[in-house]
Structure formats: C-alpha cells, structure tokens
C-alpha cells in the first residue's frame, strides 16, 4: 500500500473511529448508577450499586431508603431474607421470591428481590404500598423520587412544541412531589412574565402578607382568588393553593426565610407554642400558571374550616373546629344522612384469592357487601353507596374517587385472605384481621374489628397498620376487614355458609351503626 493510499486510508477511518468513541460514550452515559430522591434530599448510593429496572420493574436498593425512614433492617446471609422492623410492624423478603410477608399477611411483589453484591433490591411499587411513600421515576434521567404521601409524578407524554409566545417554565425536583413547595426556575424565554424581584404579573392577584396566630393562618391577598384545599397523610398536611396569584413585594418581609430562582420569597412562618404543628412553609409553587401555595403540617390529621373575605381580602384557615379533617361531605346531598362506601375487594377479571377448594374471594367479598348494605338500607338512616354490586372490575383507584364523589363518611372494604404454599405453615394461619393507613382511621378500626370477630367467630389477628391504597388515599375513616383464610380447611369451609355472611354482615351494620352513634 503506497504513502498516499495509506493516507487517504487514515482519513476514511478517521471519522468512523470518532463515531465509535461517540457510541461508547453514550452507552456508558446510559449505564449511570442513577439517583434516589427521598423528601428533596439525594440519598448515597453504595459505591458500584446502581438503580436497575428488571422486566419493567424499577429496583432500588432498600436498605438505603428504610434506614433513611429510622427503620432496622436485618440480613439472614443463610436464608436470604431481609426483615425490616419499625414499632410493631414488620416486612419479611426473601432474595428470589416474589412473595413477602408483612406481620404475617402474604404480599404478591411484581418482581422478586435481587442481590447485588451486599445488598438488596426491591421493587419501588413494594417501597410505596409498604412505608407509604409515593414513587416518582424520571426514566430520562434514571431518578427515583421518594416523598412521604404527596402524589405521584406522572410520567406525562411527550408535550407539543409550544408557539414562540408561550412561556415554558422548568421545574426543579423540589416542584414534583407536591408536598413540599419547590423552586420554578423561567428560561430565558418566558422571563417576561415570570415574576422577578418585583414579585408581579400585570393583573394578578398579589399576597401581601400571612401570620399564624390564634391557631388560624391568616394570608392577606389583594385581588379576587379561590383558594383550593388539598389534605395529605404521611405526614399530615393542609396544602392551601392561591391560583393565579403572586407575592407582592413588600411581602412580609421580616418573615421571609430565602428567595426562589424566580426571586420570589420562600420560607417558614413562626408557629412557635402550637404542638400538634410541625410548620407551615409557603412559596411560589408553579409559574404558570402561577399558584402560591401554603403547606400546613401537622403532627396528626386536623380538621379545619375555610373561609374567605372579598372586603378585607383575607383568606383563613381555622383549625378551631370540630369534624372530618377534610372538606368534603359526609352527608348525602340535604338528606342530612351519613355516606357508608360499602367495597367488595377484586373482582371481574381480578378474582383476588383462591381457596384450596377453588372457590374465588371475590364471590365472598361482593356476598357479605350486598348483605350488609341491604341491612344498613333496611334501617333508613343510612345512605349506602356501593363500589360495585355486580361481577366486574374496579381499579384501586377508581374506588378512591367514588368514595371522593360521593363525600362520604365511612368507608370499608370486604376481603378474604390468603397465603401462598410456599409460607411456613400456610394451612394453619387462621383468623380475622382490620386494618388501617391513617391515624384518623384508628377509631373506626377497632370498633368494626369487635364486630368482625363477633361475625366470624375466628382467632383474633388484631388490628393492624398497612399501607394499603384504599385505606390510604381516601380522605375519611377507612378501613378494610380480612374476614379469613380462604387457604386454612376450616376457615374457608365456614366463610361460603350463609350462616357465617348473613351473621358477619349484621355484625358489619351493626359496627357502622355503633361508630355512628345511631
């Protein structure tokens, strides 16, 4: 090969070898380790441990997030398993299974827990339905965003190109959670109507100032606005938003604690020598459209009244009152009656547990509901609302929001329990069990666990905590009743008796009645 063969050589090559340094380049910048966001704060990584997604199941390590949460966590090296222990509840995993155990009640994973290394991980789906955290991925950026009950982050589709005149904000982290009022940073396209140091829009409603005294938060707003309400568990909080509006400038400024990216204030008010808050923290939560919001946290659920003044321009928040910590209904329309949500667990497409004998949960689930609201019917003081009468499927979700709909008081959610072949002793576990997610929901527990029992006949299992979707992401008392074992012989013999669901669901009526007051 000539001098100039091999030079016109080099030169064809040159551009090739560029590409395959570009393409390496990018595939390691895709394997990154990845980052888990708990309540705004970046969580360590272990060195050479990174965030896998294993059949389109995202996988975090979970000793690093339960220990973050104050919870113990132990390594049987033998038999694979994790325990996490926190109070009195406890998790059992085992590396390769996708069954778990929690205070003895079997949960199905999505995926099954992987060993890498020295440590393990679990599915973010189990993280949240068990320590109550919402679960946000950033699948772009390999980010798991963790917070203590605020919603989800929705994966959204891909947005349209906006016009040259619409402005196009960008949203730190702090901004997705919705617990914890973030920053909104404008690009350099939208500053003209983001609010900078002057604090204002042209027209917009203007905060000018806010105190907590008297146990009420108190905002000035000048302008017309509608504040929304919004109540949260895990923790407890009032999320009170002032669509369209902005901070004035003079916005108190001795109680201002920093400035956003946006120049807006940002901070905490003083609630010194109120024990059951934690704080209230305030900033200019979302840029367009603008909303100002307040978070009021609370050591447990508070009930609160609204109210509002067009002539002074004061927005207050009471928390002297009595009632359901939310706003909502509790009656049906001007009936003056109590709403009980009565839920048969599963159904349709989704039969829940089967029982050794092959009979189908979800069967006795929707049996013991029609009875027992036909009873609470029959009595005339009650509104009953059903999430469904019928053999289909409802979403988790969708339960949550007919309940929301219907502003009810009550709701409780019929089950049967299960536990798979491979548990220790699966065929002797017996018994009733209520559980419950929040504080608030306490109460309603265990009065219906009295009855359940009363309607069962049973081992008593107690009552307990579990962050089930249901009982968590309703707004009023809400509990769920595992009736049985549908996998113990006689367990599942005496639940399909219409001796059994005739007495359990008068024993449900009754407990609703009782709790009520009627």
Same mark, same amino acid.
């Given at each position: ?45 272990? #060195? ?25 966590? &132990? ?56 320590? =109550? ?57 939208? $500053? ?44 407890? /909080? ?29 901070? #905490? ?58 706003? =909502? ?16 667990? *599963? ?55 007919? $309940?929301? $709909?219907?502003? $009810?008081?009550?709701? &409780? ?14 065929? #002797? ?21 009295? *009855? ?13 905590? #579990?962050?089930? *979707?249901?009982?968590?992401?309703? /707004? ?29 669901? =008068? ?12």
């Amino acid at each position: 090969m000539g001098r100039a063969t091999r030079l016109l050589f080099s030169l064809l090559l040159l551009p090739l070898m560029f590409l395959s340094l570009s393409i390496h380049d990018a595939a390691a910048a895709g394997k990154g380790q990845g980052k888990i966001v708990l309540d705004n704060k970046e969580l360590a990584l272990p #060195k050479g441990i990174a965030i896998e997604n294993v059949n389109g199941s995202v996988m975090i390590p979970i000793r690093i997030v339960v220990e973050n949460l104050g919870f113990e966590v &132990l390594w049987e090296q033998a038999s694979r398993k994790v325990t996490i222990k926190q109070d009195f509840k406890s998790v059992e995993l085992i590396v390769g299974s996708k069954t778990a155990n929690a205070d003895g009640v079997r949960l199905d994973l999505n995926a099954a827990p992987k060993q890498t290394g020295g440590t393990v991980l679990v599915p973010i789906r189990f993280v949240s339905e068990q320590f =109550g955290l919402k679960v946000g991925w950033d699948n772009r950026s390999k980010i798991v965003y963790l917070t203590g009950g605020a919603p989800t982050p929705q994966v959204a589709a891909p947005t349209p190109v906006p016009s040259p005149t619409a402005p196009i904000p960008s949203v730190t982290p702090g901004n997705l959670d919705g617990s914890i009022p973030g920053t909104v940073v404008p690009t350099p396209s939208s $500053a003209a109507s983001v609010p900078g140091n002057d604090g204002t829009l042209a027209g917009a409603p203007q905060v000018k100032g806010a105190v907590f005294s008297e146990n009420k938060l108190v905002v000035a707003v000048e302008g017309s606005v509608k504040p929304s309400i919004t109540v949260m568990n895990n923790p407890a /909080r009032i999320i009170v938003d002032l669509p369209g509006a902005v901070f004035a400038p003079e916005f108190a400024g001795s109680l201002q604690q920093g400035v956003a990216g946006n120049g807006s204030p940002q901070g #905490k008010l003083d609630v010194t020598g109120y024990p059951l808050l934690s704080e209230i923290r305030y900033a200019l939560f979302s840029v367009n459209p603008s909303i100002v919001r307040f978070v009021i946290q609370t050591a447990v659920s508070q009930p609160y009244q609204l109210s509002t003044d067009e002539n002074t321009g004061l927005v207050t928040i009471d928390l002297n009152t009595q009632g359901v910590p939310w706003n =909502g209904g509790g009656t049906a329309g001007n009936t003056g009656k109590p709403v009980i949500v009565l839920d048969a667990g *599963h159904g349709g497409s989704k039969p829940g547990a089967v029982s050794i004998t092959g009979r189908l949960e979800k069967d006795f689930n929707l049996a013991v509901v029609r009875k027992a609201g036909a009873l609470l019917e029959q009595d005339g003081r009650i509104t009953v609302v059903y999430t469904r009468t019928e053999d289909v499927h409802l979403e988790l979700q969708d339960r949550v929001v007919l $309940a929301e $709909a219907a502003g $009810a008081t009550l709701f &409780l959610s019929v089950h049967a329990n299960s536990l798979e072949t491979s548990f220790p002793n699966w065929n #002797k576990i017996n018994g009733s069990e209520t559980y419950y997610s929040r504080s608030e929901s306490l109460p309603f527990a265990q009065i219906m666990h009295k *009855h359940l029992l009363a309607g069962t006949g049973f081992k008593d299992n107690g009552v307990r905590y #579990k962050s089930l *979707h249901v009982t968590r992401e309703t /707004r009023m008392p809400a509990v769920l009743l595992e009736a049985g074992y549908l996998t113990n012989v006689d367990n599942e013999a005496a639940l399909y008796t219409d001796y059994l669901q005739n007495n359990l669901a =008068g024993e449900i009526a009754a407990g609703i009645k009782e709790y009520l007051g009627l």
